[in-house]
């Protein structure tokens, strides 16, 4: 049987970096291929490639018999090539089926509106997505909407999907069902491209793996029957497997306080976190974990009680009055709201230093010293990238994730509040950040960990909280943690 798509020797240059370096890859119809490598081993610029993005320096492409040059997205499309992106491609005012008219091959606009309601609901009843006709995007969570591009491709006939990360901001529940769909999609004959950084969901679901390094394969395995230590081993390179130390209560300082505060859809909560302490939050996505970080970064107004940083009341202060005092946030969606994409690597790295010394020259940053302190931290950090100097947009999305956390990290704050702080990363990089939260907590600061992860909460935890409807449903020390009671706890409803 001829593959359905074929790809050889795929080249692509970025300056100076060989971000795909002569890679071949093959994928046959029924069957799902795990793309996987560390942070900017040339993922994403494949899948660029093949779906006519950007245009290959080297290389050929054949898919269903066809050789596929100088193409665009548009024609990748209508051949039967879709794409799933991780920031969808939606229009959140308006309903699920004028979505999916929304790009409807011209031929098709004859069909009536009736008759496209009637084929998303058998669709979504055949592949179980779950998807109203007549629902709101706005009013459909993450991993519905994600669906919502599924159907899409799947009512404009594609036979090849491409799924870039498409479980890495999505709560776990959700990934179950992903996970489902896709092979379902598979018993249908769609070939499938995943990629991914999680072991569990390839051994779940793919048929085999093809792994990068720095922009070659690296190595090639079939899933079934494949030792697993093994494959890990590929895809990783090195052992994370050794437990974190959880530290019991030593009884430091306040660093952060909670006192009935209230936001729109948070609270009310009473909480501490101590310095040399990590409270891991945990809940399933949407409990008010958004609200929580948000609220104690100073970007929500708080509505009842008080929060107070270092016995500072902080419970009105702007964002970067909490900044100055000590308090650093990584939001979860860091490439969109943490970081400045057509500045460079240094300038991200140094938003919060333009007004101290030695690196500010007349209120503007210097270069010397910025570019040195620049340096150092790529190199901490593992960001790749040819210079500092270049700009942050061009960076692998797990490359632009790491400076984020190098900036927030390097400013060894009083209290860190970090939502979903793996998001995006590799294995490797996972394991270096939790790393370096449990250094900083070591060091004395307070850290608040949100993650919809229950294995990461339980792993760098020294108290466990549950966020439930926007509460807390209740608190553990991490010695102490009883499962059964925290999915209690997460499954509860406020009153
Ligand atoms: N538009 C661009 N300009 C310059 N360099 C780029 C550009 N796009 C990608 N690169 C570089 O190509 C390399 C591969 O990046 P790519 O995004 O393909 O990695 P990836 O494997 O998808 O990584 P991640 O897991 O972090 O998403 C990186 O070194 C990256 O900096």
Redesign the pocket.
Known sequence: MAALLEMRGMV?V??S????DGIDLDVFAGEIVGLL????????????VLFGM?EADGGGIVFRGRELSGHRPGEAMALGIAMIHQHFMLVEAMTVLDNVMLGWPAAGKLLKRREIAEKIRETSRRLGLDLDPDATVADLPLGRRQRIEILKAVLRDADLLIL??PTSNLAPTEVRDLLVILKRLRGEGKGIIF?T?KMPEVIEVCDKVVV?RA?RVSGKAVVAGADKAHLAEMMVGRDVTTPYVVKEQDGGDIRLSLRQLAAKGLGPLDLEVRGGEILAIAGVDGNGQLELAETLAGLRRIHQGSLTLDADDVTHATPASRTAKGLAYMPADRSMTALVKGMTIMENLMLRDVKRQPYSARGLLSMMPGRRKAETLMRQFDI???SPL??A?????????KIVIARELARRPAVLVAHQPTW???PGATRFVLEQIIALRDAGSAVIYISSELEEVLAVGDRVAVLASGRLAGIVARQAVDLPQIGLWMSERAA
Do not use: C, F, W
Request: charged share 25%.
């Open positions: 692509k970025y300056g970096v060989r971000a795909n490598g560390e942070n900017g081993s040339g993922k994403s610029t494949l899948m660029k950007v870039d990360e990629i950084h990068l922009g790749r990238a040819p270049a700009k947009g061009s960076l692998s999305g797990g490359n632009q994730q995006g990363l590799d």
